[in-house]
C-alpha cells in the first residue's frame, strides 16, 4: 500500500515525505528540509515553479520527483531459481539477493511498472510482489546515571577454558561506536574489526581484507581507528574529530550495547567486535537522505555473516532495534531473511522484545505506557456485527506532522470492511475487501488511505493498512488530533479473530507550526482498545531469533516495560529475560572524563546484548551450534522468577537465563550415548 502513495506523490511531497519515511530517499535539492519548510509554512508560500501550479506542471512535477526518489524495497521473486540480472540495477542500486528475496532500491517509476504489469524484461515478468521495508523504531532505554565505577561480573568462563577470540559478536544499532573508549582499548589497539556507518558520506568501498564490500555508507578500518587515535593525541583532541561518524551522540546506543556483549567489561571480552550503525537518529536533521528501515538491517546482517565466514569463525549478531510493521509471525520480509541467514550452523541472532510492555501509568506523569498501547484485539462473532478501534493521535499544543500506520491482520476465511471517522465526525467510505481508498483529503488536511487486501503472499491472510498523512505540500498541515475511530464490520464470518498493531514513530520536534509545535510522535490506542499482548516486536518474532525481556534482578521479575508475546500465530515469543535494568556499561562520546567513562541504562536494548555474550560464548565453545540449538539450551536451563513454574511468561519467557549452566551443556547435542554398546 505505501509504495501507491509514494507513486501519487509529486516531487515536494516525496522530498518531504523522505524526511518523516524510513523507506523513502530523496536527492531533491530543490525543496528545503521539512524542518525549515515547517518553521517557514505559517508565514509564506513557496515560489511557484515548474513543479506546483497547473495539471501539467504537476505531471512534470510528477515525472520529475521519479528521477529523485528512491525507494527501499523486498523484491519477492516467483522461485528462488530466477537468476538476478541487471533488470533492477542502475548507479546507485544497492540490490542483493537471498533466496528468492532481492533488497533493492527502486524509483517511482519503476515500481509504477511493476504494479501496472508494464514488465518489459523476462525478469522483471517473474516477479511476484514488492513491498517497502518497515521502518525501525529508534531504541528508547531509561539512562539512569553516570558513573566513573567500571562495572564487572559479566565475564563468564576462564580463558584456559574457552578461546574467545575464536568468535565475531557483531552489533547492529544506532548512535556510533565509540572505537577509542576505554572498553574497547586492548594495549592501546582497537577491537573493533570493522564500523560500517550506514550513513557516513560516500559511495561505499570494495573489499578490504577480510572486510567485506559495501555500496554505500563508509567503513572504518582498524588502521583507520589506530591513525585517529594518534593523530587525537598529538592535536589533544577526541579520536571521533578526526574519524567523524554519521552520529556521536554522548551516551550512544550502539557503544552501550557493545560493551555490555563484548566490551572489556562485557560478557565476551575477547570476541572479534564488528559494528554497523543504521542511519537513524533523532536529531538529525537531513533523513530524506538516508535509508532507515528493515532492508538496510539486511544488509548489516549480510556484512557482518560475510565479515565471519571470511574470518573463519562463528558469529553472534545483536539487534536492539525494533519495528511493528506485518503480522508478528515470522513471515515478514526481514525475518525470512534472518532466519535465512540462521540456517547455517555456527550463527545467532539476538533481539530485544521491545520496551511496549506497559499499559498505564506507574506514576504521576508517567507517559511511557503511550509507548506501550500498540496493540489492539478483538473477534467480530456474526456476519453483520461491528468492533471498534480507537486511535490516539496528540494535541494539546502538538501537531503531529508524521504518517501514522495501522494494520489490522484477520484469517483468511473472514471478510471484513472498513470505515474511518476522524476526531470531528468525517467518516470515509466503506472499504471492502480487495478494495482501497487512496490519499483522499479530509476538511481537517489530512489524508487518509485505507487498503483492504485480501491473502497476503507472506502468510496468506488479510490485511487491512491505514495511513492517516499530514498534508505535505506547503502549507503543510498536521494530523487532525483527537481519537479517530476505525470500524470494523463482519460481512462473512468464519473466525472472526482480529489483531491490530500501531507503528511506532520516533518523538522528535520539527520546529514551530503557526501557534503549535510540530512533532513527529507516535499515536497510540485508547486505554478502551489496548490490549497488553502480542507487542513483543515482529523483528523478534522471527522463528529462529532469540527474542530477549528485560529482567529487573533487583526487584526478582520482568521489568514493566518489557513487551510481552506470543507472536500472532501463537508461538512463545520473547524465548528468555536477561539482566536489562539499570546496566552500567560504556557511556560512547562523553568527553573522555573518567567520570562521565560509564553510565547506567534500562531496557530489553540491555539485557539482549547480554544473551548476545553469552551465545558468543557458546559457539567460541562449540562452533557446530546452531541457532536453535542455542535457543534450546538457554530456554532448558533458564530459571522462572519467584512464584512462576516452568510454563512459558507472555513477558518473560522460559525465565530469566543461566549463564554458565548454557556453557555446561553445548556439547550435549553432539555427546550421545550408545546403551547397546557391551560393557
Known amino acids: 500500500p505505501k509504495l501507491r502513495m509514494v507513486i501519487n506523490g509529486d516531487a515536494e511531497v516525496n522530498a518531504n515525505r523522505a524526511e518523516i519515511s524510513a523507506s523513502v530517499r530523496s536527492t531533491s535539492t530543490k525543496y528545503k528540509n521539512a524542518a525549515e519548510k515547517l518553521a517557514a509554512a505559517s508565514h509564506h508560500q513557496p515560489e511557484q515553479s515548474d513543479e506546483t501550479g497547473s495539471t501539467d506542471e504537476a505531471d512534470r512535477s510528477r515525472s520529475h520527483a521519479t528521477d529523485k526518489a528512491l525507494v527501499s524495497c523486498f523484491v519477492h521473486l516467483e522461485s528462488p531459481e530466477v537468476a538476478k540480472t541487471e533488470a533492477l540495477r542502475r548507479d546507485e542500486r544497492r540490490d542483493v539477493q537471498q533466496d528468492n528475496l532481492i533488497v533493492a532500491d527502486l524509483t517511482p517509476r519503476d515500481i509504477e511498472s511493476l504494479m501496472t504489469g508494464q514488465r518489459t524484461s523476462a525478469y522483471a515478468r517473474k516477479i511476484a510482489y514488492v513491498e517497502t521495508g518497515s521502518p525501525l523504531s529508534a531504541p528508547k532505554p531509561v539512562t539512569e546515571l553516570r558513573t566513573s ?11 584456559r577454558a574457552i578461546d574467545q577470540a575464536r568468535v565475531v559478536v557483531g552489533i547492529i544499532d544506532v548512535g556510533g561506536f565509540d572505537f577509542a573508549h576505554p572498553d574497547f582499548l586492548r594495549s592501546g589497539e582497537p577491537r573493533f574489526r570493522a564500523i560500517w556507518d550506514q550513513g557516513g558520506p560516500g559511495a561505499g568501498t570494495g573489499a578490504q581484507g577480510r572486510i567485506p564490500e559495501v555500496r554505500y555508507g563508509t567503513v572504518i578500518t582498524p588502521a583507520m581507528m589506530k591513525a585517529a587515535m594518534k593523530d587525537a593525541d598529538v592535536a589533544g583532541v577526541l579520536p571521533h574529530d578526526f574519524m567523524p ?10 557503544t552501550h550495547v557493545a560493551s555490555i556483549a563484548a566490551g572489556n567489561s562485557g560478557v565476551c571480552p575477547e570476541a572479534h567486535i564488528v559494528g554497523v550503525t543504521i542511519a537513524l537518529s533523532g536529531d538529525e536533521l537531513e533523513r530524506r537522505s538516508t535509508f532507515f528501515d528493515s532492508t538496510r538491517l539486511a544488509h548489516a546482517v549480510d556484512f557482518i555473516t560475510e565479515y565471519a565466514a571470511n574470518v573463519g569463525l562463528p558469529v553472534a549478531i545483536n539487534i536492539s532495534l525494533g519495528t ?42 508517567d507517559i511511557g505506557y503511550l509507548s506501550g498501547r500498540i496493540h489492539a484485539s478483538g473477534r467480530i462473532p456474526a ?24 494494520e489490522i491482520w484477520y484469517r483468511a476465511g473472514d471478510e471484513f470492511c472498513v470505515q474511518v471517522r476522524s476526531p470531528s465526525g468525517c467518516e470515509s467510505e466503506w472499504v471492502g475487501p480487495g478494495e482501497f481508498y487512496e490519499n483522499q483529503p479530509l476538511p481537517s488536511k489530512t489524508f487518509l488511505s485505507v487498503y483492504n487486501e485480501r491473502y497476503l503472499p507472506a502468510n496468506g491472510q488479510n490485511r487491512i493498512s491505514i495511513f492517516l498523512s499530514p498534508n505535505l505540500k506547503s502549507p503543510i498541515n498536521g494530523i487532525e488530533a483527537g481519537t479517530w475511530t476505525v470500524r470494523l464490520k463482519g460481512i462473512e464470518v468464519r473466525d472472526g479473530r482480529y489483531d491490530a498493531w500501531i507503528e511506532r514513530d520516533d518523538p522528535r520536534p520539527l520546529g514551530r507550526l503557526g501557534d503549535s509545535q510540530a512533532w513527529l510522535f507516535p499515536s497510540y490506542f485508547s486505554s478502551t482498545s489496548n490490549v497488553d499482548s502480542n507487542s513483543v516486536s515482529s523483528l523478534a518474532c522471527g522463528r529462529d531469533v532469540i527474542a530477549v525481556g528485560n529482567a529487573d534482578m533487583s526487584q526478582d521479575q520482568i521489568h514493566v516495560s518489557s513487551s510481552q508475546g506470543p507472536t500472532w500465530d501463537g508461538r512463545p515469543k520473547p524465548d528468555i529475560a536477561a539482566p536489562g535494568s539499570d546496566i552500567v556499561a560504556a557511556n560512547g ?74 556453557l555446561e551443556r553445548v556439547a550435549q547435542p553432539f555427546a550421545a550415548s550408545d546403551l547397546g554398546e557391551d560393557e
Open 324 to 365: 511493528n510493521g506485518h503480522a508478528h509471525d515470522g513471515t515478514s520480509p526481514i525475518a525470512r531473511w534472518i532466519d535465512t541467514k540462521l540456517s547455517r550452523p555456527g550463527r545467532c541472532v539476538c533481539v530485544a522484545a521491545g520496551n511496549s510492555g506497559q499499559e498505564a501509568a506507574t506514576f504521576d506523569g
Open 245 to 254: 561518524q554519521s552520529s556521536t551522540r554522548p551516551g550512544s546506543h550502539g
Open 383 to 406: 456476519r453483520g456485527l461491528n468492533a471498534d478501534l480507537e486511535w490516539q493521535v496528540v494535541g494539546n499544543g502538538i501537531v503531529d506532522v508524521s504518517e501514522n500506520e495501522m
Open 149 to 159: 565505577a567500571k562495572p564487572t561480573g559479566r565475564k563468564l568462563g576462564t580463558p
Open 589 to 662: 562520546f562523553a568527553g573522555g572524563e573518567d567520570r562521565d567513562m560509564w553510565v547506567s541504562k534500562t531496557g530489553t536494548s540491555m539485557a539482549s546484548p547480554y544473551v548476545t555474550g553469552v551465545a558468543a560464548v557458546m559457539l567460541a565453545k562449540e562452533r557446530r551450534l546452531t541457532a536453535k540449538q542455542i535457543a534450546g539450551i538457554m530456554r532448558r536451563t533458564a530459571q522462572p522468577f519467584a512464584g512462576s513454574d516452568y510454563q512459558w511468561q507472555d513477558a518473560a519467557g522460559y525465565g530469566v537465563i543461566q549463564a554458565e549452566e548454557c
